[in-house]
Structures are given as structure tokens and as C-alpha cells.
């Protein structure tokens, strides 16, 4: 393969990742905005704390996708 067409081609993969990461980051913002973490809960308190959980879940799929090959 001559060196235009590996340069293609990895272009190409770059942007597929590009745009799954893109994906990924808009569905990560949908689900921070959405209602476990807005408005007030039943008892009062503020619903807008982020679990740990969900960002490491968000941040290990966003990593796992910059790492395939």
C-alpha cells in the first residue's frame, strides 16, 4: 500500500473515532442533564450530585474507544 493510501486510511479511522467519541460525549451530557442529577428531590436536597460511578462508566467507554485499533 503506497503511502497516500495508508495516510487515507488512517484518516479515515480517525474520524470514525472522532465520531464515536463524539457520540459518546453528547449521550454523557444527555444523561447529566437528564432527571436523576436536575431539579429537587422528594426530601428537599438537590438531585444535581453526580454519582463517581456513572463518570468513571462514561470515562473507561470514552477511553476504551480512543484505544481500538
Given at each position: ?66 484505544m481500538e485499533?
Open positions: 500500500m503506497n503511502y497516500i493510501k495508508r495516510l487515507e486510511a488512517e484518516l479515515a479511522r480517525a474520524k470514525e473515532v472522532n465520531a464515536s467519541v463524539q457520540e459518546r460525549i453528547h449521550l454523557a451530557m444527555e444523561h447529566i442533564a437528564g432527571p436523576k442529577f436536575t431539579g429537587i428531590d422528594l426530601d428537599g436536597s438537590r438531585k444535581d450530585w453526580i454519582a463517581t460511578s456513572d463518570v468513571q462508566m462514561m470515562l473507561t467507554d470514552f477511553k476504551s474507544t480512543l485499533d
